[in-house]
């Protein structure tokens, strides 16, 4: 496949030629930051790209062939991505694992990808691979990262990062070109990644995505999201997940920029006011807590604040109002517009750690409108991007000033998305990857007559812009024959900042049901405001002033629904999921399936069962 | 309706909140344990209890009625007692005086006499040491002391604040032993707070887990002791794994 394009630099068809060919022309500048002891310390290109060829050749060093695989198990820090450039500097195949991955589903993933290295954060994530080594032959060697509380333990199978470093840098010394001629030797055919996706149904699928694959989708970023050296970004997603291997790993091979690490999943937000990124790239779980993070933080305002900001968002919405209908803002409203800017609005997005945003977006699962509606009225370029792993990540997206929100917009150029016969989205391009790893019948679903077969079904708009309807499998048939889409109703119900995540049930039944996650920071705020006894969380959802509370947010999203999609009964979620429960995805949102078999009991009980 | 009830209740030292909204029962006779770590508002919880502190929100009701803003006197005199943390005996008196201190409102000359014999039941060691100055007895004695001290006043309700702060382990057992004979002679109720989380569930009907000024955890002291976070970070009980030590801890959850 030849680039018509002059985003990836000439020669470089693969992700490891390309990563070479950027880390020297970058050199000094600054790659990665991440915080030491509470302090940013920068991670040069030079540097970053030194790192990698230690990893690299101490794993050829170790045994390590071209098209072999070598897997990671850890948050998302810089080594992730020195180990990641390594192994496919080496001509490996890289895989993630989620770091909240249980010890079974370590041996799994270790097991189907055959990886013969795997690369743990630290004593936590060791012990799940030393309870279950028996049980993974092929796995040789496991690299640890962080050895604290380690000092003492010594077992042949293990080996501290420092020490493959060490492996590595002697043998650059020995042999100077070695790394050079692995880089040289891979080829765009090649696997680069395997990404695994959790299936609803089944153990998960690993995707395979060749360095063609990859190179095509970090060309088309830039047409999708144009970013440069001066850009700063924030990385706290698993970088297993495509959307952030994409944005942390990947895209900066192409455009530059400074990638930082958030300190932990918890500090996001923290993270995100301190370093104000000028691209940021999060899922809706992310925006839907900024927005009521703001809706929180207003309660605890003066009348006069509050006044202030209603004004204020009232002048910003209708002015958003206008500019996504390609309407003229007339100059009174302008005026009022720079006012409530000055006032209100430029406070708002530095509480949020918005106030550079450049870029913004949202994906990985469908997003509320009213929600991409208030960011666009505090003057934030945000904008979404549908796709799947399956894709690279990417395949359709629209520009922030097109405001096409509703939808998600067009193809990525060099690509084609078709509506098939069922409705479904279907998409064929370089970006389409190269099937499941082991599991050849679902390679053969997934991919019919060259087409990748999404499992969303969709619509495009007038204007050529696509629309997702739902997921294929998700889509409620009421008893009464009524087609619903559930996450449509979810959405409107997360907007509330009481309402975490939702699941709406009632496929083959009368009405409408649903389960509720609390936000658990605000509910309590609630609670104590109004006085609403309780002690831990499940006496909260317990509480039938709190039942009210969410109550009462549903009969909101009710009125706006027509009266087959209204919700007749919610169940509140008496435990708090995290991304460790096979409930919840590690991009924070709740998983249809398991939810309604583990909570089968309650939505019976809504049902007068 | 239980003995004590605390409703959403609010403790403030200056600006930084202590508890934010922590809501609890002591049934009458049950000994209630609130486990927490250092910091964890165990004592201010105590002491807005018994008056030494006013709560900035909530109630507090005892025996029906409202007491969360009644001086900690008034308090004592409607049946609380409260044993502080490091015992806090009056150094300079003897020990029969400091147990008489306890029973201060009371006017009945004979139920002193008979119950400061109770006392000494309980405590023989204190019956050796009555004139000797309660500052010159060991920790554990003195501690016996606080106790009595409470016990003099005939309470509802007694507050005990880490009764086994800085004691030897036998030591410790003692006083839990004789804390548990004090409950079942005299049908007090206990609102016990304690680091020493295997102790206090073992003498304890139900409990709370109190971090950060919330309560993340209320049950049967059964249901504390098999919660997995309650064994990993309070009892200390966790699996050693395959290389037979294990430093990380797991995340809480509490559920």
């Given at each position: 496949m030849a680039l018509t394009d002059a985003r990836i630099p000439a020669g470089c068809d693969t992700v490891a030629k390309l990563f070479r060919h950027t880390a020297a022309a970058r050199?000094?500048?600054?790659?990665l930051m991440h915080k030491d002891y509470g302090v940013w310390q920068a991670t040069t290109w030079r540097g970053y790209a030194e790192q990698a060829r230690h990893t690299g050749l101490g794993l050829a060093a170790l045994?390590?062939?071209?098209?072999e695989v070598a897997a990671i198990l850890a948050e998302t820090i810089p080594e992730w991505l020195f180990t990641d450039m390594g192994i496919m500097g080496a001509g490996a195949v890289s895989v993630g694992l989620y770091p909240t991955s249980s010890r079974e589903q370590v041996e799994y993933i270790v097991n189907d990808s055959g990886a013969r290295f795997l690369f743990v954060e630290d004593e936590e994530q060791l012990d799940k691979v030393l309870e279950r080594r028996e049980r993974?032959?092929?796995?040789?060697r496991v690299v640890v990262y962080d050895m604290t509380g380690l000092k003492r333990f010594s077992d042949p199978q293990v080996m501290s990062y420092d020490e493959l470093l060490a492996l590595g840098r002697a043998a650059a010394e020995r042999a100077p070109g070695a790394w050079d001629a692995l880089v040289d030797a891979?080829?765009?055919?090649?696997?680069?990644i395997l990404v695994y996706t959790s299936g609803t149904t089944g153990p998960p699928k690993g995707a395979v995505l060749s360095h063609a694959n990859l190179v095509f989708a970090i060309d088309r970023w830039g047409e999708m999201a144009p970013t440069h050296d001066g850009d700063d970004t924030l990385a706290f997603l698993p970088l297993c997940h495509m959307a952030e291997r994409m944005m942390?790993?990947?895209?900066?091979?192409?455009y530059g920029g400074v990638v930082h690490f958030a300190e932990s999943p918890e500090t996001v937000l923290e993270n995100l006011r301190e370093v104000s990124p000028t691209v940021f790239f999060a899922v809706p779980r992310i925006w839907e807590k900024l927005h009521s993070l703001v809706t929180m933080t207003l309660q605890d305002a003066t009348p006069l604040q509050r006044a202030l900001y209603n004004r204020a968002s009232a002048v910003a919405h209708a002015v958003a109002d206008r500019r996504m209908a390609g309407k003229p803002v007339p100059f009174g409203l302008r005026a009022l517009y720079a006012l409530a800017e000055l006032a209100i609005l430029r406070n708002t997005k530095r509480l949020l750690g918005l106030?550079?945003?450049r870029l913004i977006g949202s994906g990985a699962a469908p997003i509320s409108q009213d929600i991409m509606r208030w960011y666009v009225a505090l003057g934030i370029p945000i904008f979404e991007i549908y796709g799947q792993t399956e894709c690279s990540g990417i395949a359709t997206f629209y520009r922030p000033?097109?405001?096409?929100?509703g939808t998600v917009g067009k193809p990525l150029s060099g690509t084609e998305v078709r509506i098939s016969a069922e409705q479904e989205i279907v998409i064929r391009g370089?970006?389409?990857?190269?099937?499941y790893l082991n599991k050849p019948e679902r390679t053969a679903e997934a991919i019919r007559d060259g087409w990748l077969h999404t499992g969303d079904v969709g619509a495009f708009t007038p204007e050529g812009r696509l629309k997702i309807v739902d997921r294929k499998s998700d889509i409620i048939i009421t008893s009464g024959g009524k087609n619903i889409t559930p996450s449509e109703i979810e959405n409107k119900l997360k907007?509330?900042?009481?309402?975490?995540d939702a699941i709406v049930i009632g496929d083959r039944r009368n009405y409408l049901t649903a389960l509720v996650m609390i936000d658990q920071e605000n509910v309590t705020k609630y609670a104590q405001t109004n006085r609403i006894p309780f002690t831990d969380y499940a006496s909260l959802t317990r509480a039938p002033a709190i039942k009210d509370l969410v109550w009462a947010e549903v009969e909101k999203v009710n009125k706006q629904l027509a009266n087959v999609e209204r919700i007749r009964k919610v169940h509140l979620l008496d435990i708090l999921l995290t991304?460790?429960?096979?409930?919840?995805?590690?991009?924070?949102?709740?998983r249809r399936k398991f939810v309604n078999e583990k909570y089968k009991k309650e939505i019976e009980a809504m049902y007068g069962g | 309706m239980a003995l004590l009830e605390l409703r959403n209740v609010e403790a403030y030292y200056g600006p930084i909140a202590a508890l934010k909204g922590v809501t609890l029962d002591v049934n009458e006779g049950a000994i209630v344990a609130v486990l927490g770590a250092n910091g964890a508002g165990k004592t201010t919880l105590l002491k807005t209890i018994s008056g030494a502190l006013d709560p900035e929100a909530g109630t507090i009701r005892f025996a029906g009625a409202?007491?969360?803003?009644?001086?900690a006197w008034d308090v004592a005199a409607a049946g609380i007692a409260h044993v502080p943390e490091g015992r806090?005996?009056?150094?300079?008196?003897?020990v029969a005086d400091n147990l008489k201190m306890g029973g201060f409102?009371?006017?009945?000359a004979g139920g002193i006499a008979a119950d400061l014999e109770r006392i000494f039941g309980y405590f023989p060691a204190l019956r050796a040491r009555?004139?000797?100055?309660?500052?010159?007895?060991?920790g554990g004695e003195q501690q016996m002391v606080a106790i009595g001290r409470a016990l003099m006043a005939r309470p509802r309700l007694i507050l005990l604040d880490e009764?086994?702060?800085?004691?030897s382990p036998l030591l410790v057992q003692e006083i839990y032993r004789i804390i548990g004979r004090v409950k079942a002679d005299s049908g007090v109720a206990m609102l016990l707070v304690e680091q020493n989380a295997k102790m206090a569930l073992d003498v304890a009907d139900s409990g709370y887990v109190l971090e950060g000024g919330h309560i993340v955890l209320a049950g049967s002291a059964e249901r504390l002791r098999s919660n997995e976070d309650v064994k990993e970070f309070?009892?200390?009980?966790?699996?050693?794994?395959v290389r037979g030590v294990r430093r990380w801890k797991r995340r809480k959850q509490w559920r």
């Amino acid at each position: 496949m030849a680039l018509t394009d002059a985003r990836i630099p000439a020669g470089c068809d693969t992700v490891a030629k390309l990563f070479r060919h950027t880390a020297a022309a970058r050199g000094e500048r600054a790659a990665l930051m991440h915080k030491d002891y509470g302090v940013w310390q920068a991670t040069t290109w030079r540097g970053y790209a030194e790192q990698a060829r230690h990893t690299g050749l101490g794993l050829a060093a170790l045994g390590l062939r071209p098209r072999e695989v070598a897997a990671i198990l850890a948050e998302t820090i810089p080594e992730w991505l020195f180990t990641d450039m390594g192994i496919m500097g080496a001509g490996a195949v890289s895989v993630g694992l989620y770091p909240t991955s249980s010890r079974e589903q370590v041996e799994y993933i270790v097991n189907d990808s055959g990886a013969r290295f795997l690369f743990v954060e630290d004593e936590e994530q060791l012990d799940k691979v030393l309870e279950r080594r028996e049980r993974m032959p092929r796995l040789e060697r496991v690299v640890v990262y962080d050895m604290t509380g380690l000092k003492r333990f010594s077992d042949p199978q293990v080996m501290s990062y420092d020490e493959l470093l060490a492996l590595g840098r002697a043998a650059a010394e020995r042999a100077p070109g070695a790394w050079d001629a692995l880089v040289d030797a891979t080829r765009p055919e090649d696997r680069a990644i395997l990404v695994y996706t959790s299936g609803t149904t089944g153990p998960p699928k690993g995707a395979v995505l060749s360095h063609a694959n990859l190179v095509f989708a970090i060309d088309r970023w830039g047409e999708m999201a144009p970013t440069h050296d001066g850009d700063d970004t924030l990385a706290f997603l698993p970088l297993c997940h495509m959307a952030e291997r994409m944005m942390t790993a990947m895209r900066p091979l192409a455009y530059g920029g400074v990638v930082h690490f958030a300190e932990s999943p918890e500090t996001v937000l923290e993270n995100l006011r301190e370093v104000s990124p000028t691209v940021f790239f999060a899922v809706p779980r992310i925006w839907e807590k900024l927005h009521s993070l703001v809706t929180m933080t207003l309660q605890d305002a003066t009348p006069l604040q509050r006044a202030l900001y209603n004004r204020a968002s009232a002048v910003a919405h209708a002015v958003a109002d206008r500019r996504m209908a390609g309407k003229p803002v007339p100059f009174g409203l302008r005026a009022l517009y720079a006012l409530a800017e000055l006032a209100i609005l430029r406070n708002t997005k530095r509480l949020l750690g918005l106030s550079r945003a450049r870029l913004i977006g949202s994906g990985a699962a469908p997003i509320s409108q009213d929600i991409m509606r208030w960011y666009v009225a505090l003057g934030i370029p945000i904008f979404e991007i549908y796709g799947q792993t399956e894709c690279s990540g990417i395949a359709t997206f629209y520009r922030p000033e097109e405001f096409a929100l509703g939808t998600v917009g067009k193809p990525l150029s060099g690509t084609e998305v078709r509506i098939s016969a069922e409705q479904e989205i279907v998409i064929r391009g370089p970006h389409v990857f190269q099937g499941y790893l082991n599991k050849p019948e679902r390679t053969a679903e997934a991919i019919r007559d060259g087409w990748l077969h999404t499992g969303d079904v969709g619509a495009f708009t007038p204007e050529g812009r696509l629309k997702i309807v739902d997921r294929k499998s998700d889509i409620i048939i009421t008893s009464g024959g009524k087609n619903i889409t559930p996450s449509e109703i979810e959405n409107k119900l997360k907007f509330s900042p009481y309402v975490t995540d939702a699941i709406v049930i009632g496929d083959r039944r009368n009405y409408l049901t649903a389960l509720v996650m609390i936000d658990q920071e605000n509910v309590t705020k609630y609670a104590q405001t109004n006085r609403i006894p309780f002690t831990d969380y499940a006496s909260l959802t317990r509480a039938p002033a709190i039942k009210d509370l969410v109550w009462a947010e549903v009969e909101k999203v009710n009125k706006q629904l027509a009266n087959v999609e209204r919700i007749r009964k919610v169940h509140l979620l008496d435990i708090l999921l995290t991304a460790e429960d096979e409930e919840m995805t590690p991009t924070l949102k709740l998983r249809r399936k398991f939810v309604n078999e583990k909570y089968k009991k309650e939505i019976e009980a809504m049902y007068g069962g | 309706m239980a003995l004590l009830e605390l409703r959403n209740v609010e403790a403030y030292y200056g600006p930084i909140a202590a508890l934010k909204g922590v809501t609890l029962d002591v049934n009458e006779g049950a000994i209630v344990a609130v486990l927490g770590a250092n910091g964890a508002g165990k004592t201010t919880l105590l002491k807005t209890i018994s008056g030494a502190l006013d709560p900035e929100a909530g109630t507090i009701r005892f025996a029906g009625a409202e007491i969360q803003k009644r001086a900690a006197w008034d308090v004592a005199a409607a049946g609380i007692a409260h044993v502080p943390e490091g015992r806090e005996v009056f150094r300079h008196l003897s020990v029969a005086d400091n147990l008489k201190m306890g029973g201060f409102l009371r006017r009945d000359a004979g139920g002193i006499a008979a119950d400061l014999e109770r006392i000494f039941g309980y405590f023989p060691a204190l019956r050796a040491r009555v004139r000797e100055m309660a500052g010159n007895l060991s920790g554990g004695e003195q501690q016996m002391v606080a106790i009595g001290r409470a016990l003099m006043a005939r309470p509802r309700l007694i507050l005990l604040d880490e009764p086994s702060l800085g004691l030897s382990p036998l030591l410790v057992q003692e006083i839990y032993r004789i804390i548990g004979r004090v409950k079942a002679d005299s049908g007090v109720a206990m609102l016990l707070v304690e680091q020493n989380a295997k102790m206090a569930l073992d003498v304890a009907d139900s409990g709370y887990v109190l971090e950060g000024g919330h309560i993340v955890l209320a049950g049967s002291a059964e249901r504390l002791r098999s919660n997995e976070d309650v064994k990993e970070f309070y009892l200390g009980i966790r699996d050693a794994g395959v290389r037979g030590v294990r430093r990380w801890k797991r995340r809480k959850q509490w559920r």
